[in-house]
Each structure stands twice: as C-alpha cells, then as structure tokens.
C-alpha cells in the first residue's frame, strides 16, 4: 500500500511515520511537510521518502498521483494561533485542506482526514458519538471557536463528496493524543503557546509556574499516540471505515486540568529525584490566551464505532504521562536518562 502523509513532520505524523516503519504489515510511506524537526530522531525505515515542502509543490503533486491513500494532518493545533491569527487558522485548516480534498477527489484517491474533537463544542450530553452529538460552538465574538468551525465544515464537505459517490473517506477525531515528539517547550512564565501538557512541561523544566486557565477545572482525556496509530491502522484496513467518522480517544483517561498538573508533579519527581517548585497558579482565560478565547470542558468519547473495527485502547493515563514526560526529561537532562526510560 502506497500511503502519502500530509503533515509527516509534525507530532502525529512524525510518530505515524515510526508506528508504520514498525508494523508487520509492509508500506511504502512518502511524507510531506515544510519541516522535518521531528523526523530526525525517527527510525523511518527502507519504505519511506521525505519531501520538505508544502503540498503544492511538483514533488507533492507528484506523490499524491502515486499514492492509494492520502492521510491529511495539515493544520495548526493550537489555541494560542487561533485567537492570534483567526484568519490564518482558516485559511490552512479549511482553505488548504479543502483544496486537498478536492485534490482527491479529482484523482478518486482514497482520504483518511484527522479532525478534531472540538468540532463538538460544548457538551450536550454525559459522551460525545460522532453521528448524533449535537455540534455546538461558541459566539462569534469569541474566535477561538473558528479552529473547530473550519474542523467541521471540511468535514461537511468531505461527507457531501463522500454522498455523491465521489470520495472514499475516513474522518478521525482526535481526543488529546500524547506522546514524544508532542509540541514545543516555552520560557518559564511564558503566557499561550502550545497545548496544556507542554504548558507544565516546560514549567516543569524551568522552574515556572503551572498556570491553571480558568481554574483548570475543565477536563479532557488523554489518548497515548501508540494507541491513535493503531487505531489509524484498524482504519485503514477495516472495510467497514469506509465513508465513515470515528473518534479516537480512551474515555478511560479523563482527567480535570488541575488534576493532570498534580499528577504530573507527581510523576516529575519520580522520574527526576527532584523537588519541584512550580506553583499552581489560577489564569483567567484571555489573560493567558488574549481576547476571543473561551475555554470549555470536554466529556470522553464514545469509542464503541472504533472498538466495532476490533481496536481498544492500551495505555492507561499515568503511563501515557510517563512516557511522554520521560521523553521531555531525557532529551532536557542526558545525565537522567535512564532514571526517565525506566
């Protein structure tokens, strides 16, 4: 199978990468991206090729003509951009991902598209199940809702192709996958910037405080990126995931934010030996993101459509965190790194 990756070079596709070189089955994998950082550290394997550019450059095009799947995760991923830059979160989370889309259909190439779970909202219910959750977003005052909006409108479109029988899709939506490779770390104190994990990360690492948005009473469940892959594989296999949505989540991982960083605490001291002296400080949500930001709680999924293909999640949520975590504390501080691979 000829798979053609959109966004090989970033934490989900650096790792899908590696998970593909590993598996029993055979793949000739060609990556796209405009950067490779988080490739290098990968073993890629003799069946991968890589090309630093964007995806419409010749080679991309190129690959895309070759390919028998495209799996697309172009997009940004990170709310501190989409209250920055609203107008640039649509433009390559819908508008060059809809040219992709349409890409495939042109070329009747089969789509794997990674969403996201926000596409849900707010909770209208105790779960959220990909074909009867109500969709409800926040007002348009507060932008931060345009990353999930653009989320669900390329899926509208990807579903109304997929009705006039001119694409075979799969849509994934991502719930919190952790793993290394996972964002980016930010000066002590630093205010936005990437998701929460890599938020306590790094004040974790400097010394600086864990700012709780909100009062960090929101939750969120945690998904280990070895789980996401294979939960990817099941799909891309099962001939029931065809024209189909799936969330890809461990509803077993749900956790409060404030709740994650004593635990993460917890674990930093295990791995390391060290005191540690972040403080748990209370943010209000525009303070720490800017104006536009609204913050929200977030029920598990309901796997069961998933669980249907023969997948289950493996990885419980405190060694998820310790993996990802130990990954972090190796690459920071060599001499610990066998107190952090334990």
Known sequence: MRILILGAGGFIGSNLVE?????????????????????????TGDHFRFHECDFNAPAAQA???????????????????YVESPLDTFRLNFLQN?????????????????????????PTGPT???????????PVAKHRWIYASGKQLLERVIHAYGLEGRLEYSVIRPFNFIGPRFDYLVPAGNLGGPRVFAQFMSALLTGGPM???????????????????????????????????????????????REL???????????TGEPVVSQLVDIDGEEFYGPGYEDHTRVPADITKLSNLGWAPRHDLRSSLRATMAHYVAAASPDLSLTAQA
């Open 19 to 43: 998970h593909l070189a590993r598996s029993e089955r055979t793949y000739d994998v060609v990556g796209v991206d405009v950067s490779a950082e988080k490739l290098e550290e990968v073993e």
């Open 63 to 81: 690959e895309l003509l070759r390919a028998d799947v495209v799996i697309d995760l172009v997009a940004y991923a990170n709310p501190s951009v």
């Open 98 to 122: 809809l040219e992709i889309v349409e890409q495939c259909v042109s070329h009747r190439k089969r789509l794997i598209q990674y969403s996201t779970c926000e596409v849900y909202g707010r």
């Open 128 to 138: 959220y199940r990909e074909d009867d959750s109500e969709l409800v977003c926040g």
């Open 211 to 257: 700012f709780l948005v909100n009062g960090g009473g929101q939750h969120r469940s945690f998904t280990h990126i070895d789980d996401a892959n294979r939960g990817l594989e099941a799909i891309l296999h099962h001939p029931g995931a065809r024209n189909q949505v799936f969330n890809v989540g461990n509803p077993d991982n749900d956790i409060s934010i």
């Open 261 to 271: 960083a004593l635990t993460m605490i917890a674990i930093y001291m295990e791995l």
